[in-house]
């Protein structure tokens, strides 16, 4: 016995009442007209609120978030697409492990994604900010589980993603013990009570005092 199609319909009645092909005029017109709203309404959430947050201009958030919108459509930044963008920019090196480290410095609010207002601010900061400000956020950044200390082990794997994300092109010369070499020198300077971490103040004093450790710890050079 074959098996009857599953059929609920009264039979004999013709053909089933087809959905009439009514215009929908009403609700597509106010769907269409609601999407092209939003494309077009490249107005950042909590204006006011970034205004206050970082040392942009209202015209230049509107800008930057045109920008953002435009990279990415969903509002938000995951680390693959953030480690894919950012490898554009180095192409003859590994910059996935430093993007890593510099995604975790953007998402201030640790969620694992980048929103707008995490990636503004901290471009402000980068760009606007003041000297203690540009510290805090490169110790941060170097500070890889955040608890307030910069180990010799986190920055050997920071000084090794920089030198990973160079690339051996541009270095051809580079020895494998360059980056501990680097983190010696680093600690050397740094960790002034020679307890063997790093704190905020430490850094904050050592590169108060020491123009050139800016340019050989290649802080802000890699950054953006
Ligand atoms: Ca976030
Ligand atoms: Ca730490
Ligand atoms: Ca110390």
């Given at each position: 016995?074959?098996?009857?199609?599953?059929?609920?319909?009264?039979?004999?009645?013709?053909?089933?009442?087809?959905?009439?092909?009514?215009?929908?005029?009403?609700?597509?017109d106010?769907?269409?007209?609601?999407?092209?709203?939003?494309?077009?309404?490249?107005?950042?959430?909590?204006?006011?609120?970034?205004?206050?947050?970082?040392?942009?201009?209202?015209?230049?958030?509107?800008?930057?978030?045109?920008?953002?919108?435009?990279?990415?459509?969903?509002?938000?930044?995951?680390?693959?697409?953030?480690?894919?963008?950012?490898?554009q920019?180095?192409?003859?090196?590994?910059?996935?492990?430093?993007?890593?480290?510099?995604?975790?410095?953007?998402?201030?609010?640790?969620?694992?994604?980048?929103?707008?207002?995490d990636?503004?601010?901290?471009?402000?900061?980068?760009?606007?900010?003041?000297?203690?400000?540009?510290l805090?956020?490169?110790?941060?950044?170097?500070?890889?589980?955040?608890?307030?200390?910069?180990?010799?082990?986190?920055?050997?794997?920071?000084?090794?993603?920089?030198?990973?994300?160079?690339?051996?092109?541009?270095?051809?010369?580079?020895?494998?013990?360059?980056?501990?070499?680097?983190?010696?020198?680093?600690?050397?300077?740094?960790?002034?009570?020679?307890?063997?971490?790093?704190?905020?103040?430490?850094?904050?004093?050592t590169?108060?005092?020491?123009?050139?450790?800016?340019?050989?710890?290649?802080?802000?050079?890699?950054?953006?």
């Open positions: 016995v074959m098996a009857q199609p599953c059929s609920d319909l009264p039979r004999g009645a013709g053909p089933a009442p087809a959905q009439p092909p009514r215009p929908e005029t009403p609700n597509a106010g769907g269409d007209a609601e999407l092209e709203l939003s494309s077009i309404r490249h107005q950042p959430e909590g204006l006011e609120q970034l205004l206050a947050q970082t040392k942009f201009t209202k015209k230049e958030l509107q800008s930057l978030y045109r920008g953002f919108k435009n990279e990415c459509p969903s509002g938000l930044v995951d680390e693959e697409t953030f480690k894919l963008i950012y490898s920019f180095f192409p003859q090196g590994d910059a996935s492990t430093y993007a890593h480290f510099l995604f975790d410095a953007f998402d201030a609010d640790r969620n694992g994604a980048l929103c707008f207002q990636f503004v601010v901290g471009l402000s900061i980068l760009l606007r900010g003041t000297v203690h400000q540009k805090k956020w490169a110790f941060n950044l170097y500070d890889i589980n955040k608890d307030g200390y910069i180990t010799k082990e986190e920055m050997l794997e920071i000084m090794k993603s920089i030198y990973d994300m160079m690339g051996h092109c541009t270095h051809p010369t580079l020895r494998d013990s360059a980056p501990a070499e680097h983190v010696e020198l680093f600690f050397q300077k740094m960790d002034r009570n020679g307890d063997g971490v790093v704190t905020f103040e430490e850094f904050l004093e590169c108060q005092k020491d123009k050139d450790i800016m340019s050989s710890m290649q802080i802000f050079e890699n950054v953006i």
